[in-house]
């Protein structure tokens, strides 16, 4: 089993849906959760951290975390073609500030 | 605020030559990162830096790779000799001291070993 897992994509929404995309991992002791936005051609960008169960909101994004059940969602409200890229979630371990990244989830916004 | 500088963007070598590249980090950044980022996968880490300090280069090859940061602020990793799998994309990150888990990326280096 990966350690960070998700699904590749493309994940294909329509201007204006909700994009969900999710991530699981298979470490329980895993304390910190991101998720990284990354442009073709470009370096990952980080949109959001997430530490507790629950949900964090943050504009049109919205991380959500179930430590019990080992995943970790980003939903993209009001999607925009400016948001097509691939989406990597990264899960620190412990204290030593390693991140493990998933594969990433290609999004494709359609005007 | 400046963002994580990288230099080159890209690199065209042939293989057995050796490589360099560096970054500089954001300022005030203390911790700073090398990754390596393969088509279609996400960035691995090579070698982790707190201040001049190599705290984690368990994911370093050491038989050809090699690191440093001398002052606590810029960093050069180098490949000697290069291989066709070096082939990657090459990352420098850096994270505040007081929110090392988040991380903040350079533009990277694309290295091609042909």
């Known amino acids: 089993q990966k350690e960070v897992e998700q699904n590749s994509g493309p994940l294909s929404v329509p201007e204006g849906a909700i994009a969900s995309l999710n991530c699981t991992y298979s470490?329980?002791?895993?304390?910190?959760f991101f998720w990284y936005r990354q442009y073709s051609g470009k370096s990952p960008e980080l949109i959001m951290s997430?530490?507790?169960?629950g949900d964090k909101e943050d504009g049109r994004f919205t991380a959500q975390l179930n430590k019990a059940s080992q995943y970790v969602s980003l939903l993209i409200r009001d999607s925009q073609p400016s948001d097509s890229a691939t989406y990597l979630c990264?899960?620190?371990?412990?204290?030593?500030?390693?991140?493990?990244f998933g594969k990433g989830t290609l999004l494709t916004v359609n005007p | 605020e400046a963002g994580v500088v990288q230099s080159p963007r890209y690199k065209i070598i042939e293989k057995k030559q050796p490589v360099a590249f560096w970054c500089n980090p954001i300022?005030?950044?203390?911790?700073l990162y090398w990754y390596l980022q393969n088509l279609g996968q996400g960035p691995e880490l090579l070698i982790r830096?707190?201040?001049?300090?190599?705290?984690?280069d368990s994911q370093l090859p050491k038989d050809r790779f090699s690191a440093e940061r001398l002052k606590g602020v810029d960093s050069t990793l180098k490949i000697q000799p290069a291989e066709l799998g070096d082939s990657a994309v090459y990352l420098c990150?850096?994270?505040?001291?007081?929110?090392?888990?988040?991380?903040?990326f350079g533009p990277g280096t694309r290295l091609t070993v042909t």
């Open positions: 990150a850096s994270s505040a001291p007081d929110r090392a888990y988040e991380q903040y």
């Open positions: 990264a899960v620190n371990k412990g204290s030593n500030y390693k991140l493990t």
């Open positions: 997430i530490y507790s169960n």
């Open positions: 300022s005030g950044h203390n911790t």
């Open positions: 830096y707190e201040n001049e300090e190599a705290v984690d």
């Open positions: 470490d329980r002791g895993s304390q910190s």
